[in-house]
């Protein structure tokens, strides 16, 4: 099944389907925070410490340090953003990333 974006569906995983011009939006955004942060590894501490000050309580589930979490953030992200435009492997991606996140409360 295809994601329609109009209502919920919590019994089955759909792919996910953007439009050629909205990937390409996605893709020059990521592409230019990537500039604007000089590093990958710059781009995913500014992303902890948007998602840390909004919500301080998330950092304590991260065992690793801050600069680990940061690349895997900004890999993570990049991951998503390159197969944006092939919903197969955008799910398979995504369902990755949320078993290995099964064990969060």
Request: net charge negative; aromatic share 8%; with cysteine.
């Amino acid at each position: 099944a295809i994601y329609n974006a109009t209502e919920v569906n919590s019994l089955e995983f759909e792919e996910l389907r953007f439009a050629p011009p909205e990937v390409e939006a996605v893709r020059q955004a990521w592409d230019a925070f990537l500039v604007a942060t000089d590093t990958r590894e710059a781009a995913g501490d500014a992303i902890c410490a948007a998602i840390f000050d909004a919500a301080p309580n998330l950092q304590g589930l991260f065992k690793t340090p801050r600069g680990v979490v940061a690349m895997r953030f900004a890999s993570g992200i990049g991951e998503l953003v390159s197969k944006l435009d092939d919903p197969p492997a955008l799910k398979v991606a995504v369902e990755i990333l949320g078993f290995k996140h099964l064990d969060i409360e």
